[in-house]
């Protein structure tokens, strides 16, 4: 079983929050992601989750578009292939949020704000900044959940070493 860096899902406790992006979950272009491992612990659809509800809560707060940060957030990441695997022409940074964006209009009707997000939300590994404060702010957000998941693999991977440590001891003996 993969171990998650955070069982709680909050968002599923938010009405206003899941009145905008509930009825995506439930579709298979979506729930698809929930089978592919994103940052070691956790599934594509959690990590895009947990940057659409936290950017959310925080564009919310400021009075920022939210429900247009809410809906980009969960799918900038929508794309399936394993970028450790599948090599394109420019960078996984460049040409994954492209896919992601293309994939989201299959989905709904994107507006020019959802769009900014969704293609920028890889910038500093890019070159375009985005144009408005709620893409800097889901790039952000995902840098920063990016670097929790990091961290909780690190986390699980030291376990799991000091765990076949003692088991090699306790078989020598």
Known sequence: MRESIDEAQPWLDDPEYMAIVGKFLEKPELKKLDT???HHVSTRLQHSLRVSYQSY?????LGWKSYETAR???FHDLFYYDWRKTKFAKSHAYVHPRIAYRNA???????PLEKDIIIKHMWGATLNPPRYKESFLVSFVDDAVAIKEWRASRRLKRRVHKHMRMNMQHENN
């Open 105 to 111: 209009q299959k989905l709904t009707d994107i507006s």
């Open 72 to 74: 980009a957030g969960l």
């Open 57 to 61: 809560k925080i564009s919310k707060k």
């Open 36 to 38: 592919i491992e994103h």
